[in-house]
Nanobody, 124 residues
Framework: QVRLVESGGGLVQAGGSLRLSCAASGRTVSGYAMGWFRQAPGKERESVAAINWSGSMTYYADSVKGRFTISRDNAKNKVYLQVNSQKPGDTAVYSC?????????????????WGQGTQVTVSS
């Protein structure tokens, strides 16, 4: 069983930056692809970014490409999401997820383990 805990969310002004962290426990996720997803009130869950087991392959939603960066530190069993140049439309609960396969996916149904999420609020 894998437990995922996100941190680093908060209130930020438009144009600001945050670094979200996802700490895994219970077992190593070094062989698993990881993803970040977000959900705003009244909206469907949206895929944000995904990374393969080694970190050599990353994928991004068009809406965040060039502004967000996903990375991982397998030695620390952590995944990160650097969010820059934030917009009010980025306001959402951001959750990380683990896929029990090494290849990354941008589809939420490919992920087995989920964290509770961290709130990111961007003010204009």
């Amino acid at each position: 069983q894998v437990r995922l805990v996100e941190s680093g969310g908060g209130l930020v002004q438009a144009g600001g930056s945050l670094r979200l962290s996802c700490a895994a426990s219970g077992r190593t996720v070094s062989g698993y692809a990881m993803g970040w997803f977000r959900q705003a009130p009244g909206k469907e869950r949206e895929s944000v970014a995904a990374i393969n087991w080694s970190g050599s392959m990353t994928y991004y939603a068009d809406s965040v490409k060039g502004r967000f960066t996903i990375s991982r530190d397998n030695a620390k069993n952590k995944v990160y999401l650097q969010v820059n140049s934030q917009k009010p439309g980025d306001t959402a609960v951001y959750s990380c997820a683990a896929r029990v396969l090494p290849m990354a996916s941008m589809f939420y149904y490919d992920y087995v383990y989920w964290g509770q999420g961290t709130q990111v609020t961007v003010s204009s």
